[in-house]
Structures are given as C-alpha cells and as structure tokens.
C-alpha cells in the first residue's frame, strides 16, 4: 500500500515562531487531508488539498503532486497550536471497493511561552 | 464541530467483555469509516461502510464487527475485549466514498479502556 512518512516527528517552538512540515508520499494521490489532533484527542480537519496552495488564517498549505509531498506552514504559533498534525492520503488508484485514507505517523509540535 | 457524532466517549471495560460503539455521519454524508488509535500503532483504518454496504476492509481482527443501519448510522463492535484493545476508536463520514474516498470528517472518538 501507499506509504505516507512525516517530518519532523517532533518539534519544539517559541510562541511566535514560524515552522514548516513535510508530508511525503509513495505513489500518486487523489486526495490529501492535514489534520490537527489536539491535546484532548480531537481530530480537526484543517486542509482538504490533493493540489495546489491554501490558506487558512495563520495556516497554510501547498501539495504538489507531481512531486509527491505536502507542505504545511504554521506562522506565529501560538500555545493552542501544540498536538499532533497527520497528513492522510488516498491513493488515486482504485481498488475495486471503497479507498481510505492512509495516516502518516505525525509531527508532534509543542508551542511554549 | 465536524458534525460527526460518536458514543460513548469514554468507556471502561473489563477483559473477555463485548462493546458497541456508535457513529452517526453528517447529515447527507452515504459514507462511515472506522479508525482504531493506539500508541503503537498509530491511526489504523479499520473498515468502511457506504449506503449500507461494506466497501474497503483493513486490519479489522475477527473479534470486531461493524454494520451501517439503513438510517446510515454505525456501530462498531468488539468482543472478547483484551488489554492491547484499549484505543482511541474514531468515527469518519464522507459524502463519497463508493470508489473514492472523498473528505473525511472524524468524530470526537470513543476511548476504550480494558482493565
């Protein structure tokens, strides 16, 4: 199956610090999910995005297909930012049945003061 | 709020037990996902239902069972419960998800503790 590698696995930032993770990917993608896992558990969709740049406030991310791999950019992190961010990639090939989402190990971020 | 509803969210059990967990999927989404959490194992697809039907089916162990009711709402059931069970058990809907997968919305989860 479609191998999904995260980097970095952990990282630690001031408040206000800007940072960049990487989702790689081993095969062609039909869709690209980031998500933030928060300290309670929650799973928080924060990019829908198999191509192409987006933002969201503070956030933003680019995939370029092509090239298989994913970028998300935090800028002026805040404390509420710390947890888990997974990327989550289905491949664009079909199976014959229903395809998933395939989960990268994750980056865990913390944001101190 | 993703729209994606999940019960319980905590559970306590004992080992050699039976659970049932619930999802109900956004309104109009045909789609539900099963994803187990644990700490060593990271975010595991479990299996996938649409409109009712069983469509993609991962590392689900024999002891699990799912069903989509025809008002589209899941349950996931665990038997036999044993301690390396204990997880994080979420819930996803997507409007797709015949062939493709489509957005994925998660629940809250379920948190399953086997004592």
């Known amino acids: 199956g479609i191998q999904v590698e995260q980097s970095p696995p952990d990282l630690i930032l001031q408040e206000g610090a800007n940072s960049t993770l990487r989702c790689n990917f081993s095969d062609s993608v039909n869709n690209l999910q980031w998500f933030h896992q928060n300290p309670w558990g929650q799973l928080i969709n924060l990019f829908y995005?198999?191509?192409g740049t987006k933002q969201n406030g503070r956030l933003s991310a680019t995939t370029v297909a092509t090239e298989r791999y994913s970028l998300l950019y935090i800028s002026s992190s805040q404390t509420t930012d710390s947890g888990v961010y997974f990327c989550a990639v289905e491949p664009y090939i079909l199976t014959g049945g229903g395809n998933k989402l395939t989960f990268g190990t994750g980056t865990q971020l913390k944001v101190e003061l | 709020d993703s729209g994606v509803t999940q019960t319980p969210k905590h559970l306590i059990t004992a080992t050699g037990q039976r659970v049932t967990l619930r999802c109900s999927p956004r309104s109009g989404d045909l789609s539900v996902y099963w994803y187990q959490q644990s700490l060593d194992q990271g975010l595991q697809f479990l299996i996938q239902?649409?409109?009712?039907?069983?469509?993609a089916k991962g590392n689900i162990l024999e002891r699990f069972s799912a069903q989509q009711f025809p008002d589209l709402h899941s349950e996931l059931n665990l038997s036999s419960l044993e301690l390396g069970d204990s997880a994080l058990y979420f819930c996803?809907?997507?409007?797709?998800?015949?062939?493709?997968?489509?957005?994925?919305?998660f629940g809250e989860g379920s948190r399953l503790t086997v004592l």
């Open positions: 239902y649409y409109n009712g039907e069983e469509r």
């Open positions: 996803a809907s997507s409007v797709a998800g015949y062939s493709r997968a489509g957005e994925l919305f």
């Open positions: 995005i198999p191509s």
